[in-house]
């Protein structure tokens, strides 16, 4: 009998990484007072409204704080930079991608970019996608040689 070949499909790693159109972050924004949560919520931290709607945040934003992260889970490969985004107003913790972990080559309130990626492809042709941040860098930068 001859395999059916089926057809490859892609899933978010996070509930708040949207691929289509396409990708982006959504957040949970409070209807009562427009607090914004990168994550699940039973209730508002800012002022225990309880009922939340999805929004689209920004693709771009500016580097908060980082660190370099060394030690880590098993083959996890180390040294990564971990940082905080800021969205447009809503604060994404995530990794830094496609940069040295490098303090010189990293600079709070730089402009990055949200990037999907691979984390993996299965078996079945499902790959999960995870994403990151990467700076942007502007065409007359000596960084873009």
Request: net charge negative; with cysteine.
């Amino acid at each position: 009998m001859d395999e059916v070949e089926r057809p490859a499909r892609n899933i978010p790693l996070v509930d708040y990484l949207e691929l289509a159109p396409q990708p982006h972050l959504v957040a949970n924004e409070c209807t009562q007072c427009g607090a914004r949560y990168v994550d699940r919520r039973n209730g508002c931290a800012s002022c225990s409204g309880t009922t939340f709607r999805r929004v689209a945040l920004q693709t771009a934003g500016v580097i908060v704080s980082y660190t370099l992260v060394h030690i880590a889970a098993p083959g996890l490969p180390v040294p990564y930079v971990a940082a905080i985004v800021d969205c447009g107003g809503t604060w994404v913790r995530a990794n830094l991608v496609n940069v040295e972990p490098d303090p010189a080559r990293i600079e709070l309130g730089a402009k990055v970019r949200l990037v999907p990626f691979s984390l993996g492809t299965d078996a079945a042709g499902t790959t999960a996608i995870g994403f990151g941040f990467e700076p942007v860098v502007s065409r007359g930068s000596a960084d873009a040689a």
